[in-house]
């Protein structure tokens, strides 16, 4: 089971520049939110399944913050102290949907969309944190919290202007440049060093 029952799943688009560069978009002025549905989300070792309706799935590595209490109109420093706990997240994203569609909840939002995991990280410092995301046990992706355009309290504060967090929420904070695409087979990986590490098998629908 996914250790995770957020009321939702919120994420934040292009939050390091190489990410951005390498698709193609300008870094933004303001963190850019989307969501992932709740029923996204899988455990380790829970299959990523790949749907028909997509012919290009990537992976994006992120480092996500659980919410420990609720967090309304805050500050960043009144954020900080909100913060219970750091999980991997791989953000499962259909590229070419995201480029058709207008708004991105097919994108990111099939289900087996969200793995996360493997546990809920306590007491550690969000200034030092490293995510790295693997394919096959090969390095794709590698960033670190000081590389973020918006760092995790000014985006959980940005949040809370608009909307309530509650506790158990999930923010998935943004991916660093390398992500790629996914086929049946593959293993895929984020891990967080302090944290632990997320692993998932990729199938396509047609298996049963
Ligand atoms: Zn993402």
Not at 69 to 88: K, S
Not at 122 to 149: F, K, P, S
Not at 155 to 177: H, R
Request: proline share 9%.
């Amino acid at each position: 089971m996914s250790p995770l029952r957020p009321s939702k799943i919120v994420c934040v688009g292009r939050n390091y520049a190489e990410h951005a560069k390498e698709l193609g978009n300008a870094v933004p002025e303001r963190p850019l939110l989307f969501f992932k549905p709740p029923s996204s989300l899988i455990a380790p070792g829970e299959a990523i399944v790949l749907p028909a309706a997509s012919s290009r799935v990537e992976h994006e590595a992120e480092i996500g913050v659980v919410i420990g209490r609720r967090l309304r109109r805050v500050t960043p420093v009144e954020a900080e102290l909100g913060i219970a706990g750091f999980t991997c997240v791989n953000d499962v994203t259909a590229r070419d949907l995201q480029k058709t569609d207008g708004q991105w909840a097919r994108a990111k939002g099939f289900d087996t969309f969200c793995p996360a995991g493997p546990t809920v990280a306590e007491g550690l410092d969000w200034r030092t944190l490293e995510v790295i995301g693997r394919v096959n046990g090969e390095e794709r992706q590698r960033g670190r919290t000081a590389e973020m355009i918006f760092d995790i309290p000014h985006l959980l504060a940005y949040i809370s202007a608009i909307m309530t967090l509650e506790p158990g929420d999930l923010v998935a904070t943004g991916t660093p440049a390398g992500v790629g695409p996914l086929a049946p087979g593959d293993v895929v990986e984020v891990e967080i060093p302090g944290v632990g590490l997320l692993s998932n098998p990729v199938r396509s629908d047609t298996e049963s």
